[in-house]
């Protein structure tokens, strides 16, 4: 007779992702987020391997017995990419104390948290309070009837004119109480910029819209390709022309023109709280697509 040598509970390693093993990293972490615009391994692998390096760097995966089964990318003092194999969702919670223990093994003391909201009962049990949190709705795109609305797309030199309205729109805004939306002038610009050269996805400037009385903008929405679906980057009206039907007409103008382009869906994200707007997409024909994702902040 022989007896099998007796072999314990298997180890739980959380160790920097290799190259070699991109392909399984990506395939575990879309198994187990639902709150993503696109499900497509190669999407989200182009997107990892055209990182710089040091990002690249700051996705780790969670092993057992050589396998992985969770992803997670850390920063200075933040937790995201977080994600589990269905099969092993048991495990959510010792994952994410490895990844503290790194953390805090750098000098982290409170730790911001960003994950779907499946994943919520993990990160309570280790004492993350949630902050926000934030949907992604979709809309079938489609022709409507014209509005009455003077429209045209925005040009390349109205980055300052854009940037001074985007700052007005979200003064005071319920997104900015959560650290969204806020910055100096400069940053704005950056953010502008950044979004007309496709740092949000490429810019799509034949479905973005202003409207402009004299030479002031008091609407726009700004629609990037990002992951594969047209996106929502930006939509705002100004506080003294809001209730006439500017933010409506532009989202249908937007969603008309992408159904020209064939383009079959659209996507973007809002804040919960923000109710207003959830209303008027609702209204558009948008639904929530997978779970909430949400910010939540471990104190020191």
Sequence with gaps: ??????????????????????????????????????????????RFLSLPPEEQRAHFA????????????????EISGFSMDPHHTDDAAAVLLKAMDLLRARGATGIIGHFEDRYETAFASL???????????????????????????????????????????????????????????E??????????KGDSGRFMPDASYVVLEADRIVA????????GTPLVAELGVAK??????????????????LAGLDEPRIGLYVTLGNDPAIALYRSLGFDQVGGQSVTARLEA
Excluded at 141 to 169: I, M, N, S, Y
Excluded at 240 to 257: K, N, Q
């Design 127 to 185: 004492g993350f309070r949630r902050t926000f949190a934030r949907m992604r709705m979709e809309a079938p795109t489609k022709r409507w009837p014209p509005r009455d609305l003077l429209l045209q797309p925005p040009e390349e030199d109205e980055v300052l004119g854009l940037t001074a309205f985007l700052q007005d729109v979200y003064e005071g805004h319920i997104e900015q109480q959560y650290g969204m939306h806020v910055g100096s002038e």
């Design 1 to 46: 007779m022989f007896l099998r040598p007796f072999r314990g509970p298997v180890p739980l390693v959380l160790e920097p992702l290799q190259s070699a093993e991109a392909h399984a990293f990506w395939r575990v972490f879309l198994s187990g987020r639902g709150d993503l615009p696109t499900k497509d391994l190669t999407v989200h692998l182009d």
């Design 220 to 227: 726009a929405i700004l629609v990037t390709h990002w992951m």
């Design 240 to 257: 003294d022309r809001r209730g006439r039907g500017f933010g409506r007409g532009l989202v249908e103008a937007s969603m008309g023109r």
């Design 187 to 196: 940053e704005w610009r950056g953010y502008v910029t950044g979004l007309l």
């Design 62 to 77: 969670a092993k057992k017995d050589g396998r992985i089964i969770g992803t997670v990318r850390l920063g200075s003092a």
